[in-house]
C-alpha cells in the first residue's frame, strides 16, 4: 500500500501506460515525418493498429484475477477484461475500414489515428475505474478526443457544427455528472465504489439529495450512451461527423459507457437499487420508441444508424434495468452483438462510393442486388440481424433481453418492448426492399479494398451462424459476469 | 512584529487595489494590479499558506496579469468607451458591494460568537510539522499519482485538439529556409547580363 515499487500494483494498469507511451512516440513521430502527406498515412495507421494490438496483448497475458490498484482508484476483473479487449479489436477494425474513407475525403492528418488512440487510453480509464474521479477524469480524456474528431472534417460546415453541437452538450453532460459525484460525496463521504457499495448504512431512510445525485449520475452516462430524452445530439453528429468517426462513435464509446453503467450501478450504486431500477426501465423503453419512430423517415442512412443505436442501447438499458444477473449477462450479450453487426454495417456504408463522393441516401443504395449481390446479400443478413429475425444472432440477443425482463416477473415491460422492436424492423427492412426490389443503376460497381471485404464477410457470417456456437458464447457471458457478484 | 507586516501588505494591497480602478493609464492599472497580487502573497505568507502564495505569485503575476498587459498593449481598445456606461451600471456595482459589505458584517457577528458558533468549523485544520507544500505534494504524487497522469493526458489532448482544429496550411506564405539558403551556389544565384546602353534589362 506504501510503495509504488510494488511492481504488482503497477501491472494493473499495464495496458493504460503502453498505450500512453506508445502515443508519446507516435506524436514527435506524426510531426517530424510528414503527418499531413497523403503517402505517409496508411503507416500512421499501422502503427496505430500495432500499438492498439500491443495493448490487447499485454491486456491477454495479464492476470484476470479481480484486484484493485492505485490505491484503490483502479481495478481490474474478466468483466472488465472483456469489455477492453472488446473496445480494443473493435477500433482496431474501424481504423481498417476508415482508411480508405480518408483518402477520399481527405482527410490526411496524422492526428487522427492519434486521437483515435488517445480517446481509446481514455475509454480503458474509464473501464478499470474504482473511484469517481477516475472515472471523470476518464470520460473527459475520451469526450474531448472525441469532439475534436467530430470536428475534423474542417472545410465541412456539418462537421464544424457537429463537433461543436457535441462539445457544448458533452461539456452540459460533464456538468451534471460532476454536480451529481459532489452531491454523492457530501452525503457519503466518499467517492469510491467499494467504499460506497456498503457505505449506504440506512437505506430505508433515502434522502431526496441521495435521489438527485443518483438521476444526475444516470442521466449524464445516459447522454453519452444516446439514451431517449438525452439523444438529441445523436443525429446530428452522427450526420455531420466524417463517416468513419460516425462508424468509431456508434460502436466504441458505447461498450465503454456501457461498461462504466454497470460498474456504477451494479457495484457503486446496488444497495439503492429501488432508486434507479425503474429509472433505467423508463429510460430504455423510451429509447426504444423513440428509436423506432425516428427512424421510420430518415433519408440519409447514417442518421437512420443513429436511431437505431438509440433503440438497441434501450434494449440494453432495459436489460441492465432489472438489478440481477440474468440481466448483466443479456445487456453483455447484447453489447457484443450490436457491436459486431454495427461494425458490419459501417463497412458497407464506408465503401458506398462513387466517383469519390460517398453515398449517404438510402435511396442510392436501389437496384444494389443485381449489381453487387455479395454487399447486398451480407448487409441484409446484418439487418435482418438488427431487426431480430429468428435464426440470426440479433434474435438471440434480444430473446435473452427479454427472458430476463419476463423471468423478473416484468410482462408487461416485454410485451411493449417488443412492440418496439418490432416498430424498428420496418425501417431495416425497408433498406432491404430498395435494394432488392427498386430499379437502380445497374452498371454501379463498388471498388473496395478486399480487407474491408473480408471485415464484411466475417462480421456476417458471425452474425448468420451465431446459433451454432450460441452456446459456448452465453456460457462464456455468464462466466464473465460473474466477475460482479449480486 | 507579524502585525507590523500585516498592515504593510494590507495597506500597499488596499491602496494599489484602489489605484487599479481610479488610474487613467490601463497599463499602469495592470501593474497596480501586479503590487496588489504581490502584497497578497505577501498576506499568504503571513498566514503559513506559502503553496498558495507561490501559486498566485507564478499563476497570477506570471500567467494571467501579464496576458492582461499583452492584451492591452496588442489590442487597441478605447478605454473611454469602457468607461462611458459608469451611470448606468452603477446600481449593480453598488448591489454587489452591498453583498459584499453584508458578508463581512456577517462574519465579524459570527466572530463574536466564537468559532464554535460557525458551521464546517470542525475542517480547521490543526497546525502540524508537515508543510502544507509536502503535504500536497505527498498526495498528487503518491496517493493519486494515477489521476495525476491522466490530467495531464487531458491536456495533452486539448492542446493537441487545438492545434487540430485551428491550424492550416496556408499556401503563399514566404519562410525562411536555412539550409536552403547556405547550400545556394554563386552559378545559380546571381545571373549576370550584358545590358546596352539606353536599354534596361
Known sequence: MYSLSNISNLSIALPEIFLSLWLLIFIPLGVYSGGNKLSRQSYFSIFSI??????????????????????????????????????????????????????????????????ILFSI???????????????????????????????????????????????????????????????????TGTTSFTLLSFNYLNTNEVSLLLIFSVVLIISSIAFKLSIAPFHMWTPDVYEGAPTSITAYFAIVPKIAAIGVLIRILYIALIDINFIWLQLVLVLGLLSIFVGAFGALLQKNIKRLLAYSAISNIGFIFLALSLGSQLGLEASLLYITIYSISAIGVFTFILSMEKDNIMLDNISSYAGLSKSNPFYAVCLSILLLSMAGLPPLAGFIAKFY??????????????????????????????????????????SFIIESRVNMKIILFISSTFILSFIIFADSIINFMTHISRAIIL | ??????????????????????????????????????????????????????????????????LFLFVIMMLNIDFSSLRAGMIKNAPVGLLIGVILLGEIIFSFIGMKYGIAGIPGNELFVQL?????TRALGKVIYTDYIYLFQC??????????????LTHRRRENVKKQDAVKQTLRSKSDSIEVSKVEIGKGV
Do not use: C, W
Not at chain 1, 427479454?402 to 408487461?412: C, D, E, H, N, Q
Not at chain 2, 502540524?128 to 502544507?132: A, G, H, L, P
Open chain 1, 50 to 115: 500495432i500499438g492498439l494490438l500491443g495493448t490487447l496483448l499485454i491486456l491477454l497475458m495479464g492476470d484476470n484475477r479481480a484486484s484493485l490498484g492505485f490505491y484503490d482508484l483502479v481495478v481490474t476483473d474478466r468483466l472488465i477484461i472483456y469489455l477492453k479487449a472488446l473496445i480494443l479489436l473493435a477500433a482496431i477494425l474501424v481504423l481498417i475500414i476508415s482508411e480508405r474513407y480518408r483518402s477520399i475525403e481527405n482527410l490526411y492528418l496524422f492526428e487522427y489515428p492519434l486521437l
Open chain 2, 128 to 132: 502540524s510539522e508537515v508543510e502544507n
Open chain 2, 1 to 66: 512584529m507579524i502585525s507590523v507586516f500585516f498592515y504593510l501588505f494590507s495597506f500597499i494591497a488596499v491602496f494599489s487595489a484602489v489605484m487599479v480602478i481610479t488610474v487613467k493609464n490601463p497599463v499602469h492599472s495592470v501593474f497596480f494590479l501586479i503590487l496588489t497580487f504581490f502584497n497578497a502573497t505577501g498576506l499568504f505568507v503571513l498566514m503559513g499558506a506559502e503553496f498558495l502564495a507561490m501559486l498566485l505569485l507564478v499563476v497570477y503575476v506570471g500567467a494571467v496579469a501579464v
Open chain 2, 151 to 164: 490530467a495531464g493526458l487531458i491536456l495533452l489532448v486539448a492542446m493537441i485538439g487545438a492545434i487540430v
Open chain 1, 401 to 442: 433481453v427479454f427472458k430476463a425482463v419476463i423471468t423478473s416477473g416484468y410482462l408487461l415491460t416485454a410485451i411493449v418492448g417488443i412492440i418496439g422492436s418490432v416498430i424498428s424492423a420496418y425501417y431495416y427492412l425497408n433498406i432491404i426492399k430498395v435494394m432488392y426490389l427498386d430499379d437502380g443503376d445497374e
Open chain 1, 121 to 187: 487510453l481514455g475509454m480503458l480509464v474509464m473501464l478499470s475505474a474504482n473511484n469517481f474521479i477516475t472515472l471523470y477524469l476518464g470520460l473527459e480524456l475520451q469526450s474531448l478526443a472525441l469532439y475534436v474528431l467530430a470536428a475534423a472534417k474542417k472545410d465541412s460546415l456539418k462537421s464544424s457544427e457537429a463537433g461543436l453541437k457535441y462539445f457544448i452538450l458533452g461539456a452540459l453532460a460533464s456538468g451534471f455528472f460532476l454536480f451529481g459525484v459532489s452531491l454523492l460525496f457530501g452525503i
